[in-house]
């Protein structure tokens, strides 16, 4: 029986360790520890709510755009305000394209190496390899001298003896399968995909003056100014053409690169769509509007949970049976930390009681992570890529019903297998197949809007804040990348009273809560087989088709130590 | 550090330069070690001559930093950050982040992106501080929390005071990327409850250190401030809050393409109004561009393609020392203005607009060689200290 610690866990976002017992080859129980803190006492309590979404959005850099767009949701359902339909779909539009960048950068950059060994491609024949990437796909970059090209990157890289990003793989371990010509396939694609995802984001600076941390969202609507004939408008007929153009690029990569590549490296690893299955309750708050926000049944992903891996039904969803646990968390609750407290009621007092850095291992049977444990109805739940599918899929949204019943046809596989680790890793290419085209829809619609001379933006009706109640409280939902993400706000004498965010790595990430109920990650991992302790590949494999996104997990308190806002994403 | 081979000296030495050391057969070793294609070799050395904004003479000393026996190492540390700013690096276009990881530097650490994790990559820092003393560019990201013992970051179960302390303390030069590692930002704010600090107040007394501030930081500064060190061994010249000169030396205001509706008056009244959809300016709507100093209106993000005030929302002056606790609320306008009235003609703003980072580093490279590191007084807008809280 050894304990195994694998921190930093690196290639996600902020700040995690995963602890886990490994017996007999197998891992037989788990803890996910969130180790960074950012409490910012007094950031959003007493500011103008218009401006919470600048400081909220901060919360995370990789998703980036997700807490802005949660946060002025919050205060606009706070307020009653109504957006305008443009502003509504330049919303869409940015949503998707972070989240199509997000997934693409997720898979090739964060993911791929725990699937890919990039020294094996040093044996790969170009020759062959030109033959599987034009069996698999008709993407034109796929000549033998492009591969040959890269493989000569890779060995020159080897021979200089410093590997780089590259240096602390672990290369040769006996759980990497791919034939040396797919392993070279996937590393020139790790290399076009880094340069896909910086062409592809110029939509989010076109409509947003910059990627990361956009400055283009307004309570009320947006600061995209629409006209079509003026130059000086952020959205013109020239720019509109321009969005056009990239959102069409996108198909193409998406299509014929990154959802051919998930499906074959997948074939290669069948027993992982058994494994890391984890708790099997997964919940949407759906997301995409396709008319008002009031009405989640007509959002392009529906709302709703799956309850046990049971696809014949779907619940519904209500904000209000959303609560959160401090039992195994570095905080604690005026009332004491066995009962679990409602956002809106919420509190954050940080209260460190873990061992003293520099420490080897977590207290992890008393508390052991900034995270804490959201629940819903007492339940764990699975957020993320996975579940909005499944959620669409047990909805019968027909354009997913289609396209899940395709790719699990074209992989000879059951839809139980897609609660799984490559299921995960399949729904979130599958979702960016579906959001790419969508993208151009959305695009098109605002460009007809602008022709027909419909630029309405911006709903100023409650901008100034004189025109507010003395007090209004609201949700703001979104499905961010990696999942439901909520925001709860609470406004006084037009300043924020109270702040509160749930987001979706704490859903995944969380600890155990008052009942010992294991989080997602921590459910995920067993049964893990472990083939060399010193190198947990098949951990980081799990782990990482989470798409973890710590930073986020943070509570942002007021001078009495309440909180006010919890961020992670 | 500072064992500069002027590229101002390589132009008067009488051989003509470093270019005149046979560069054909450095080209081509160049080539073949690094396995890249002649058209792709061409195109980055153009790219960073082009970044550098020197004249193509240069391409020598850029292909000497190229083949070097081997690349120097680079670290890039998170703290108490948001990714955003790695984000923002692999966007960099000029050059691209693939040649800065696989061409021009070895980045042997950096937990957002490295394929090693746990003990591995643990390891793989301790052997870049054991065997690269004195040698490799540490990047930091995030604020450092220094307190109760460091318990509000750890890595590997360290503290990431510790860590800062013990890895930027022995690097050649540190790069402060983004307002937390700057000055703490956003993490910092009153009543800063971790003790959140920027590097230079962490770690005091490193040297070689380069604050970028902004939030995010504009990954064309950075390349920036990466190729002249490559290439020279030095930093660009730096200001008081060693923050490059070409970056952050000029207000916002000066070179915002809406300025010539500033001084005629044309005002966004409303979002959404006649004004805003014909681009006027936004200094109604709160705007902090006449406060703010950056050449985010110039070099604009994600290859030029736009920057916030373009796009229509003001400025908050992300790159200003301490923003968050100094530049909000931000959509209050500005009560005074220094520089009203000023007039200003459309040619020098269609000069101003144009001019891109390589300009500013021509006048600031061209600083760098004939003069000591210039350090200016502090603009107006940087005076003002926010007031001190827990852990400064
Ligand atoms: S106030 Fe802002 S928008 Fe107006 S000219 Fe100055 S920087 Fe530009």
């Given at each position: 029986m050894a304990r195994i610690v694998v921190d930093p866990v690196t290639r996600i976002e902020g700040h995690l360790r995963i602890e886990a017992q490994v017996e007999g080859g197998t891992i037989s129980d788990a803890w996910s520890s969130g180790t960074m803190f950012r409490g910012i006492e007094l950031i959003l309590r007493g500011r103008d709510p218009r401006e919470a979404w600048i400081w909220a959005q901060r919360i995370c850099g990789v998703c980036t755009m997700v807490h802005a767009l949660a946060s002025v949701n919050a205060v606009e359902d706070a307020l009653g305000i109504e957006i305008p339909d443009n502003a509504r779909l330049v919303r869409n539009i940015i949503a998707a394209t972070q989240t199509i960048q997000d997934h693409v950068i997720h898979f090739y950059h964060l993911h791929a190496l725990d699937w890919v060994d990039i020294l094996s491609a040093l044996k790969a024949d170009p020759a062959k390899t030109a033959q599987l990437a034009q069996s698999i796909s008709d993407w034109p970059v796929s000549s033998e001298k492009y591969f040959k090209g890269?493989?000569?990157?890779?060995?020159?890289?080897?021979?200089?003896?410093?590997?780089?990003?590259?240096?602390?793989?672990?290369?040769?371990h006996p759980a990497y399968r791919l034939p040396p010509e797919a392993n070279l396939m996937a590393v020139a694609h790790y290399l076009e995909a880094l340069q896909f995802q910086k062409e592809f984001i110029r939509i989010h600076a076109v409509l947003g003056g910059k990627n990361p941390h956009l400055q283009t969202f307004l309570v009320g609507g947006m600061a995209t100014a629409m006209d079509p004939n003026e130059p000086g408008a952020t959205i013109n007929p020239e720019r509109m053409d321009f969005l056009v153009q990239v959102a069409k690029s996108a198909i193409g990569f998406v299509n014929q690169v990154y959802v051919p590549d998930v499906l074959a490296v997948a074939s290669f690893y069948p027993e992982w769509f058994k494994l890391g299955t984890g708790v099997g309750n997964y919940m949407c708050y759906g997301g995409y509007p396709q008319g008002s926000i009031k009405d989640p049944a007509d959002f392009f992903l529906?709302?709703?949970?799956?309850?046990?891996?049971?696809?014949?039904?779907?619940?519904?969803?209500?904000?209000?049976?959303?609560?959160?646990?401090?039992?195994?968390?570095?905080?604690?609750?005026?009332?004491?930390?066995?009962?679990?407290?409602?956002?809106?009621?919420?509190?954050?007092?940080?209260?460190?009681?873990?061992?003293?850095?520099?420490?080897?291992?977590?207290?992890?049977?008393?508390?052991?992570?900034?995270?804490?444990?959201?629940?819903?109805?007492?339940?764990?739940?699975?957020?993320?890529?996975?579940?909005?599918?499944?959620?669409?899929?047990?909805?019968?949204?027909?354009?997913?019903?289609?396209?899940?019943?395709?790719?699990?046809?074209?992989?000879?596989?059951p839809p139980a297998a897609l609660f799984s680790t490559l299921g995960r890793v399949a729904a979130r290419a599958l979702e960016t197949q579906l959001l790419a085209s969508r993208l151009v829809g959305w695009i098109e619609q605002l460009g007809d809007n602008l022709a027909s001379g419909n630029v309405r933006i911006h709903n100023g009706e409650k901008w100034n804040p004189n025109s507010w109640p003395k007090t209004a409280q609201g949700f703001g939902f979104f499905e961010a990348p990696r999942g439901s993400l909520g925001h709860w706000v609470e406004i006084e004498d037009q300043a924020i009273k109270n702040y509160q965010a749930v987001v979706p790595s704490t859903w995944n990430a969380g600890p155990r809560d008052a009942r010992g109920q294991r989080g997602p990650y921590e459910?995920?991992?067993?049964?893990?087989?472990?083939?060399?302790?010193?190198?947990?590949l098949e951990i980081l494999r799990t782990v990482h088709s989470f798409d973890p996104c710590l930073a986020c997990a943070v509570h942002v308190v007021d001078a009495r130590g309440h909180v006010l806002a919890r961020a992670e994403a | 550090m500072h064992t500069l081979k002027s590229p101002f000296a390589a132009r008067l030495s009488p051989c003509g330069g470093i270019l005149m050391h046979s560069p054909r057969t450095r080209l081509t070793a160049a080539l073949k070690s690094r396995g890249v294609s002649r058209r792709e070799f061409v195109q980055f050395c153009s790219s960073m001559v082009a970044t550098l904004a020197l004249p193509p003479r240069y391409l020598g000393a850029v292909v000497k930093a190229l083949t070097q026996a081997s690349r120097p190492v680079l670290v890039w540390l998170e703290f108490q950050d948001c990714a955003g700013n790695t984000e923002s690096m692999l966007r960099s276009s000029n050059p691209p982040v693939a040649e800065f990881v696989l061409d021009l530097l070895s980045w042997?650490?950096?937990?957002?992106?490295?394929?090693?994790?746990?003990?591995?990559?643990?390891?793989?820092?301790?052997?870049?501080?054991?065997?690269?003393?004195?040698?490799y560019i540490a990047v930091v990201e995030g604020a450092i929390p220094t307190a109760d013992g460091g318990v509000y970051c750890t890595i590997g179960g360290k503290a990431a005071l510790d860590i800062a302390k013990h890895v930027c303390s022995k690097a050649a030069a540190n790069i402060a990327v983004g307002a937390c590692a700057w000055d703490g930002g956003l993490v910092r704010s009153n009543p800063n409850p971790t003790g959140a600090l920027g590097l230079h107040e962490a770690v005091p007394g490193l040297k070689n250190l380069i604050n970028l501030g902004g939030c995010p930081h504009n990954p064309a500064n950075t390349a920036a401030v990466l190729v002249h060190y490559l290439t020279f061994h030095d930093l660009p010249a730096l200001d008081e809050y060693n923050r490059p000169l070409f970056a952050y030396g000029d207000i916002i205001h000066d070179q915002c393409e809406r300025r010539a509706h500033y001084d005629a008056g044309r005002f966004v009244e409303e979002w959404g109004d006649e004004g805003h959809r014909k681009g006027y300016c936004l200094?109604?709507?709160?705007?902090?561009?006449?406060?703010?100093?950056?050449?985010?209106?110039?070099?604009?993000?994600?290859?030029?393609?736009?920057?916030?005030?373009?796009?229509?929302?003001?400025?908050?002056?992300?790159?200003?020392?301490?923003?968050?606790?100094?530049?909000?609320?931000?959509?209050?306008?500005?009560?005074?203005?220094p520089g009203f009235g000023v007039d200003v003609t459309a040619d020098e703003i269609g000069w101003v607009a144009t001019a891109a980072v390589g300009a500013a580093m021509v006048a600031q490279v061209a600083g760098n060689m004939v003069r000591d590191k210039l350090r200016p007084k502090k603009t107006a807008e940087e005076t003002k200290e926010p007031p001190e809280s827990r852990g400064a």
């Open positions: 890269v493989q000569d990157r890779v060995s020159a890289l080897v021979a200089s003896k410093q590997l780089s990003l590259f240096g602390a793989g672990y290369w040769g529906p709302r709703g949970i799956v309850l046990d891996r049971d696809l014949s039904k779907v619940h519904p969803v209500d904000p209000a049976n959303v609560t959160e646990y401090v039992t195994h968390s570095w905080y604690e609750y005026s009332g004491g930390d066995q009962a679990a407290r409602h956002p809106y009621n919420g509190e954050t007092n940080p209260k460190y009681s873990g061992p003293k850095p520099p420490y080897e291992f977590l207290e992890v049977n008393e508390k052991y992570s900034w995270l804490k444990a959201p629940r819903y109805q007492d339940q764990v739940m699975e957020v993320g890529p996975l579940a909005r599918l499944l959620v669409a899929y047990a909805s019968g949204q027909p354009e997913v019903k289609a396209l899940v019943d395709a790719t699990l046809g074209k992989l000879k596989a459910s995920a991992l067993l049964k893990t087989p472990v083939a060399d302790p010193e190198r947990p | 042997e650490y950096h937990e957002t992106l490295m394929a090693g994790a746990g003990k591995q990559a643990e390891d793989a820092l301790e052997r870049v501080v054991r065997e690269h003393a004195g040698e200094y109604k709507m709160g705007c902090k561009g006449p406060e703010a100093t950056y050449n985010c209106p110039t070099v604009r993000w994600n290859d030029g393609t736009s920057w916030p005030v373009k796009s229509g929302h003001g400025c908050i002056a992300c790159a200003s020392h301490r923003f968050w606790d100094t530049k909000s609320p931000f959509y209050k306008r500005l009560p005074s203005v």
